[in-house]
């Protein structure tokens, strides 16, 4: 899988400062979600908000992607291309995923992203999305020096089949720093004690994509768009973390609450040290 870069005290510093932006740019788009606006109209804003602040934003022609940003909305599970005829109906929800290049010493990337509703969703929508949010936080919950990242996609997994969803596992989270994806892969499926372990200093994504229905992806003709393949509802949520000696530090943490996102929430989030027996009941 090639060799995980330990990031020194300066990396982390730029790293914290590109994945500041991120989280900056996702909760300034939180804000902006409305019926009726298009996909484009958040690629239009992503991109000012980004590059008005010295930075560029990752996925412009990045293997060739045509946008600033990704939007995913309803069977979409990720790399959904924003265009003005996609527009935002009552009742979709659509995951928004930032990926900021900040120039500094050197250059780093910070990617998040979260699923937003739009409108009022339908109970169908919130559970797949509020088992998605859960899961990251369940994956974040695992991150410490000398656990293992099979540690990691195991209590996603389990958690994620216990509310009657699935986990994609055709794509993955990613090491992220000089480079916008690099070792590790980060699976949000396994086995407790699997794995690579994790060091303090490694800095990676986290980013579960949960389906209402069956696992299977689908790659359209337009060789990004990935859907479910029986078309279910999907959500994802994604935050950059660094591994440290005492846990995780969560570099693309916000400091306020996701507007059509969190405020949202239908379940106030269970402690993370409620014991995992507790979570499928
Ligand atoms: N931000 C996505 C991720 O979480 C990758 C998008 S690649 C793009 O890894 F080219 F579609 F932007
Ligand atoms: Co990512
Ligand atoms: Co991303």
């Not at 994509?209 to 696992?215: D, E």
């Amino acid at each position: 899988m090639g060799k995980v870069e330990i990031m020194t005290p300066a990396m982390r510093e730029e790293m914290r400062a590109s994945c500041a932006l991120a989280a900056q740019t996702l909760v300034e788009v939180g804000k902006r979600i409305r019926v009726g606006m298009t996909t484009q109209e958040i690629d239009d804003f992503v991109h000012a908000f980004i590059v008005e602040r010295g930075a560029y934003p990752s996925p412009l022609n990045y293997k060739g992607f045509p946008k600033s940003v990704c939007t995913s909305k309803n069977e979409v599970i990720c790399h959904g291309i924003p265009s003005a005829k996609d527009t935002l109906e009552d009742g979709d929800i659509v995951n928004v995923d930032v990926t900021t290049y900040l120039p500094k010493e050197h250059g780093y990337h910070g990617d998040t992203s979260a699923t937003f509703y739009v409108g009022e969703p339908g109970e169908d929508a919130r559970h797949v999305t509020e088992v998605a949010r859960r899961c990251l936080e369940l994956g974040i919950a695992e991150v410490a020096h000398g656990k293992r990242l099979g540690d990691i996609g195991a209590a996603i997994q389990e958690y994620a089949e216990a509310q009657g969803c699935a986990v994609v596992r055709d794509y993955v989270g990613h090491g992220v720093g000089r480079k916008f994806h690099m070792p590790p892969q980060v699976a949000h499926f396994g086995r407790r004690g699997k794995g690579k372990r994790l060091t303090r200093g490694m800095i990676f994504t986290i980013e579960p994509m949960i389906n209402l229905g069956a696992a299977d992806a689908d790659l359209m003709d337009d060789d990004w768009t990935v859907k479910t393949a029986d078309r279910s509802l999907s959500a994802q949520f994604e935050h950059t973390v660094l591994v440290t000696r005492d846990g995780v530090e969560v570099l693309t943490d916000r400091g306020e609450t996701l507007q059509n996102s969190e405020d949202k929430r239908w379940v106030e989030p269970l402690p993370l040290s409620a014991p995992k027996a507790g979570l499928g009941a």
